[in-house]
């Protein structure tokens, strides 16, 4: 198993959107670079029902980095969201990969929704997407399911040191699943579900490249 996060296993059209922008790739990744960390955060959150709870300050620069990392988070878990919900809805998916990208799906949902509530009118807006054949073809599917669940479990490794106190828990109850997602899906490849006894922590730095990589987030018409 390699030890860095990438696509190589998904078809490379299909993963950066079917030849989207040529592979201007510094392109690319600047646009995501801006997307997932720019951008001047105001409002705090809020504290509710239903979900993990958590409630943000408003003046502290601690809460203004909760708040740009809660947006970072909420921009993967947009991405995870529309994938799955694209793949059930395309018609490509049977069997155990259908049952799958449903069950993901209302997981992935329910992050966005937790981090909207959290964040409030903070809360970055909905990017758009183009996942090319990866939505429609299940080994395609697949295989991206699997680099995408790996990647939003690296990503919040990578900041639980860097966040407050109290979204210490909130992150934790959500990378626990993104775990359990990634060894679903490894065990549909026929994969070993649990590889290593440590999962990897990668930088924003890090995401953000993976991320850009793929050509998934496109500039909205």
Same mark, same amino acid.
């Given at each position: 198993?390699?030890?860095?996060? !990438? %696509? @190589?296993?998904?078809?490379?059209?299909?993963?950066?959107?079917?030849?989207?922008? /040529? +592979?201007? =790739?510094?392109?690319?990744?600047?646009?995501?670079?801006?997307?997932?960390?720019?951008?001047?955060?105001?409002?705090?959150?809020?504290?509710?029902?239903?979900?993990?709870?958590?409630?943000?300050?408003?003046?502290?620069?601690?809460?203004?980095?909760?708040?740009?990392?809660?947006?970072?988070?909420? !921009? %993967? @878990?947009?991405?995870?969201?529309?994938?799955?919900?694209?793949?059930?809805?395309? /018609? +490509?998916? =049977?069997?155990?990969?259908?049952?799958?990208?449903?069950?993901?799906?209302?997981?992935?949902?329910?992050?966005?929704?937790?981090?909207?509530?959290?964040?409030?009118?903070?809360?970055?807006?909905?990017?758009?997407?183009?996942?090319?054949?990866?939505?429609?073809?299940?080994?395609?599917?697949?295989? !991206?399911?699997?680099?995408?669940?790996?990647?939003?479990?690296?990503?919040?490794?990578?900041?639980?040191?860097?966040?407050?106190?109290?979204?210490?828990?909130?992150?934790?109850?959500?990378?626990?699943?993104?775990?359990?997602?990634?060894?679903?899906?490894?065990?549909?490849?026929?994969?070993?579900?649990?590889?290593?006894?440590?999962?990897?922590?990668?930088?924003?730095?890090?995401?953000?490249?993976?991320?850009?990589?793929?050509?998934?987030?496109?500039?909205?018409?």
């Amino acid at each position: 198993m390699p030890d860095r996060i !990438t %696509l @190589e296993l998904v078809d490379e059209q299909a993963a950066r959107g079917n030849g989207l922008d /040529g +592979g201007h =790739s510094a392109t690319r990744g600047s646009f995501l670079k801006k997307l997932l960390g720019g951008g001047t955060l105001i409002a705090g959150g809020v504290v509710f029902g239903g979900l993990p709870t958590v409630a943000l300050g408003n003046h502290t620069s601690s809460a203004a980095r909760d708040r740009d990392i809660l947006n970072f988070a909420l !921009t %993967l @878990e947009f991405l995870e969201a529309e994938f799955y919900t694209e793949a059930e809805n395309r /018609g +490509g998916l =049977s069997g155990e990969a259908l049952r799958f990208a449903r069950v993901v799906g209302a997981h992935e949902r329910a992050h966005v929704q937790f981090l909207q509530r959290a964040l409030g009118s903070a809360a970055r807006t909905k990017p758009c997407f183009n996942f090319g054949e990866t939505t429609r073809n299940q080994q395609q599917f697949l295989a !991206t399911a699997r680099v995408l669940e790996d990647t939003g479990v690296a990503a919040y490794n990578g900041q639980v040191d860097r966040v407050s106190t109290a979204l210490v828990a909130p992150a934790a109850s959500i990378v626990s699943v993104e775990a359990r997602h990634a060894a679903w899906v490894r065990d549909i490849l026929d994969m070993t579900p649990a590889p290593q006894a440590f999962d990897q922590a990668r930088s924003r730095e890090q995401i953000e490249q993976a991320v850009a990589g793929t050509g998934f987030i496109v500039p909205c018409p």
